[in-house]
């Protein structure tokens, strides 16, 4: 009886020990659970991005257009020793905070720069007894507030999502215009060496499509590609004055960066 005893005492406490140590699993499993939910639901995350682009700056790359008409009819002969330059391409960076929430939606504040490559032209010229060189450079940036809204369905792998969304911001553009040489459009003929700068600023609109990837839990990157709307009707210099085209009724020259770039970004998350 009392072996009996003494077995079923064993037997009880190995009971109550097992019961206990599944109770601790289960709630730590349970914890682990909720700290999983917690993370999919909402994360904070900083990052930078660098990206390229081409726009369509239409009313400048018009206005460089008829300088070039300008100088080739007022010469009894005309020649050039670079063709009309255009501005199209540029290059900029991001930098940029977000939330997501619930997996599936990101808000993105960001503060961007974006650039011009530069653009040369230099005319060379010669009408009676006269020969006159000029050099005409451009070159502008654009700088942006804004936010963006995006939807990140994964795809069958977890790392994976693809990015869809559209935004606004605040924008502020300038261009850049440098004369040197003896110039063939003013009367008396005078050298210049000239540098003047315009500026402005409108509202921006965009929208980007792209795919991400989290190699690791507090890091990922994406490809984006974005098409803006992004046209500031006019721009002035220091003094106030517009930059119109005087080669063509005195149009308002307006800065126009509409077009698509192609972005690279990094972000590091948390929690």
């Not at 909720?34 to 660098?50: M, P, T, W, Y």
């Not at 080739?72 to 255009?86: G, L, M, R, Y």
Request: charge should be neutral.
């Amino acid at each position: 009886m009392t072996k009996l005893v003494f077995c079923f005492m064993i037997l009880a406490g190995s009971l109550g020990m097992q019961v206990q140590a599944s109770s601790h699993l289960t709630r730590q499993d349970v914890v682990m659970d909720q700290d999983s939910v917690h993370e999919k639901f909402l994360r904070g995350g900083v990052g930078i991005a660098g990206s390229l682009g081409y726009f369509g700056f239409g009313e400048v790359n018009r206005y460089i257009s008829d300088i070039y008409s300008a100088i080739k009819n007022s010469q009894s002969a005309f020649q050039s020793s670079s063709p009309v330059a255009e501005i199209h391409f540029g290059y900029g960076y991001k930098g940029f905070a977000e939330l997501r929430i619930a997996g599936l939606f990101r808000v993105e504040a960001f503060y961007s720069q974006f650039f011009s490559f530069p653009s040369h032209m230099t005319i060379a010229a010669s009408g009676g007894w006269s020969y006159k060189t000029e050099t005409f450079s451009f070159e502008s940036g654009l700088q942006e507030a804004g936010g963006l809204l995006m939807v990140t369905p994964a795809l069958k792998n977890q790392k994976f999502r693809v990015l869809l969304g559209a935004g606004a911001g605040y924008i502020k553009g300038n261009i850049h215009q440098w004369v040197s040489g003896y110039t063939s459009i003013a009367s008396p003929f005078p050298f210049l060496n000239k540098e003047t700068t315009f500026s402005g600023s409108s509202m921006a609109y965009s929208g980007v499509i792209g795919i991400s990837v989290a190699p690791w839990r507090f890091l990922d990157a994406d490809l984006r590609i974005k098409g803006k709307y992004a046209m500031i009707p006019e721009v002035k210099n220091d003094q106030g004055e517009v930059f119109i085209n005087r080669f063509n009724n005195n149009d308002p020259v307006s800065l126009n960066f509409s077009g698509v770039e192609i972005s690279l970004a990094i972000r590091f998350l948390f929690p």
